[in-house]
């Protein structure tokens, strides 16, 4: 697991350490405050080796890139000069460390097969190229730069952007898999049907069908059809398509779904709690902490609902699960536009919900 992530000049953070990270983390903070910057910071250390998820993070806030200039959205004050340094630390594995640089040319041209491209999934509207060109001594491209604690070696990765066409450059002497999905509030269904498709080769319904049942326990099958529609067996003449279930009904089975999926990796979560009625909160939390432990899977998720947190602690304490496995994380951007993040561990955070103390956060002017 992740046990602390340190950001420099990543977006409006200046220097973030956060520290002691547990199985389930909670971040929440006003808006603003830097939590869905945190859990891209945690995304992009992962996948170090990875130069597209410096494009999907942009995706994710439906910024597509156009230009080369256009990368600077995930630079501290649209700033190139402020170099973004993101180091971390792994339990078993190490020191991690990210830089992220611009990179400036004089009409250098390099071929693709100079250095191997990966094969990644591109934002809608971007291709990959064969060669990248640049005839001034202006921007040319993305520069990534990381090393390992268990390697004692440095690599670096590249990415390139010119008339809409993008190139993607990978030090071939380090690949690593480690499994990590991100969902913002609005994009978790999309997934769906192919986390149904895993599940039902892998053999892996039976849990599935057992959570949903606490939601509606008419629910007696779940399937993947031909034409890649999700269906629910309601007990009824024949099984109906997910999307007349209900949103929230959706949103936890794609939820569920993915955590099953995910064994021994890592998931992020923006705004868990849109659109899920109270109750079904409830449910979503018991899912995900048994799930997260029994696949040993770490989470990382952000939060404006109080009612979420009383939820999770009350599942918790009702079903005994290990409380060392919750952490929740106050962001909070101060009037110098510093960031500073406070640690509640799950006594703490019992104490001050029953002491009706806000720890959310406000708004600092």
Known sequence: MFKNIEISNFRGI????IDDFSRVNIFVGPNNSGKTTILEALFLTVGMSNPQLALNVNSFRELLHSENNDFR?????????????????????????????????????????????????VPTGITDTSMVSDSSTNFEAIGLNFDFKKSQKK???????????????????????????????????????????????DKKKAPLIEALKKIDPKIIDIALSKTRIVYVDIGI???????????????????????????????????????????????????IIAAAAKYNVQIFLSTHSYEAI?????????????????????TQKMRDNSHKCYKYDFENLKANINSEIEIRGKLIG
């Open 155 to 201: 690599y670096h990765s590249e990415i390139t952007l010119e008339k809409n066409q993008i190139s993607l450059f990978i030090d071939q002497k380090y690949k690593e898999s480690l499994n990590a999905r991100f969902f913002t509030a609005n994009a978790m269904y999309s997934s769906l049907p192919d986390r149904i498709d895993m599940i039902q080769r």
């Open 237 to 287: 003449d024949q099984m109906i398509p997910i999307n007349l279930m209900g949103y929230g009904f959706s949103k936890v089975c794609a939820l569920i779904a993915n955590l099953l999926v995910t064994k021994d990796g890592y998931i992020y979560i923006d705004e868990i709690e849109n659109g899920l009625h109270h109750e079904t909160l409830a449910i979503l939390w018991d899912a």
């Open 73 to 121: 959205f995930n630079f501290r004050g649209l700033d190139y000069n402020n170099k973004i340094t993101l180091k971390s630390f792994i339990e078993k594995d190490g020191r991690r460390s990210l830089d992220i640089t611009p990179i400036y040319s004089k009409g250098i041209i390099r071929k693709v097969s100079d250095r191997e491209a990966p094969t990644t999934n």
């Open 310 to 330: 009383k939820t999770l602690l009350s599942v918790v304490t009702t079903n005994d699960y290990n409380k060392e496995d919750i952490r929740l994380f106050l």
């Open 14 to 17: 200046k220097n973030l350490l």
